[in-house]
Structure formats: structure tokens, C-alpha cells
Nanobody, 120 residues
Framework: QVQLVESGGGLVQPGGSLRLSCAAS????????MSWYCQAQGKERELVAA????????TYADSVKGRFTISRDNAKNTVYLQMSSLKPEDTAVYYC?????????????WGQGTQVTVSS
């Protein structure tokens, strides 16, 4: 059974930091690109950051470049999102996604999300 379980969300003041974790099970984690998405209330879900299967390449949304860092530990089947210099506009539910293309076959899995609220 595939599971992606996010943790580490919460309430933080502007300028603060949080580290999100996503623990994966039920599939071969090291073969999947891992991503973090966020969805603010009333808005569409959007990509925050992504990391390739062996961690050799990362991608970030312009809004988080220089503030957020995505990383992964394939030995622990876990992907992280270090969030720094948080802003109120970062408030959203953050989701973890695993995806993989093998030829014409695309697989993706999503976690249930963790709430991040940036407020004074």
C-alpha cells in the first residue's frame, strides 16, 4: 500500500522557519521524482519545489527561490522541504508528490497534506 505522510507543518511567525518531511512507503522511493506543492485557500495547487530521483537536480518556484530548500534521503525514504524567511503568503496546505515516467506509463502518488500558517 502506497503511503506518503507529511509532517512538520504548523503556525509560525513571519520570518520564521519550518522543515516539512514526507515519509514514503509502498513503492521504490529512489526511482521517483519527489515534489512539494502548495494550495492556498481558494487557489489552485501549484508546484513549490521538485527533486530528481537521486537528488542531482532541483527545481523551485520563483516565489521560493533562495528561501526554500528541497532535499531527500533515499535511505530513509523521506523528502524534506526546509522553509526559511517565511511570509504570510506562504500560508497553504503543503502536499508531497511522487511521480515517475517509464515509457508511456506515468505513475503519481500524493500525500494528504500538512497545513502551514504564517501569521503574527
Amino acid at each position: 500500500q502506497v503511503q506518503l505522510v507529511e509532517s512538520g507543518g504548523g503556525l509560525v511567525q513571519p520570518g520564521g522557519s519550518l522543515r516539512l518531511s514526507c515519509a514514503a512507503s509502498g513503492f521504490t522511493f529512489s526511482r521517483y521524482t519527489m515534489s512539494w506543492y502548495c494550495q492556498a485557500q481558494g487557489k489552485e495547487r501549484e508546484l513549490v519545489a521538485a527533486i530528481t530521483s537521486f537528488g542531482d537536480s532541483t527545481t523551485y518556484a520563483d516565489s521560493v527561490k533562495g528561501r526554500f530548500t528541497i532535499s531527500r534521503d533515499n535511505a530513509k525514504n523521506t523528502v524534506y522541504l526546509q522553509m526559511s524567511s517565511l511570509k504570510p503568503e506562504d500560508t497553504a496546505v503543503y502536499y508531497c508528490k511522487a511521480d515517475r515516467n517509464v515509457g508511456a506509463i506515468y505513475n503519481d502518488y500524493w500525500g494528504q497534506g500538512t497545513q502551514v500558517t504564517v501569521s503574527s
